[in-house]
Nanobody, 117 residues
């Protein structure tokens, strides 16, 4: 079974930066798109960023210009560089991965990001 493990969440002051990582293991097939969602307390999970295997990215409007997604296909790892963090970015961040022959994405367990004002 494919497993995704996130890391890098922390408590940071507004204006600071964090880098999240997510490693996928036990993958038999090359991973298609990967990315990040987040869920704040009392809110629905929302898309943050996606990145295709070829490196094409897509971002939520709220993070454009501040967050950058990247990936290392050889390491089955996706990253999220988050700059100029705002208190509104406080959430649990989840990575996902879509693999061939699977109809549903795989998810990590989440990593907490807290931005203090």
């Amino acid at each position: 079974q494919v497993q995704l493990v996130e890391s890098g969440g922390d408590l940071v002051q507004a204006g600071g930066s964090l880098r999240l990582s997510c490693v996928a293991s036990r993958t038999i097939f090359p991973i298609n798109d990967m990315g990040w969602y987040r869920q704040a307390p009392g809110k629905q999970r929302e898309l943050v960023a996606t990145i295709t295997r070829n490196g094409y990215t897509n971002y939520a409007d709220s993070v454009k210009g501040r967050f950058t997604a990247s990936r290392d296909n050889a390491k089955n790892t996706v990253y999220l560089q988050m700059n100029t963090l705002e208190p509104e970015d406080t959430a649990v961040y989840y990575c996902y991965a879509n693999l061939p022959r699977y109809t549903q994405p795989f998810w990590g367990q989440g990593t907490q990001v807290t931005v203090s004002s």
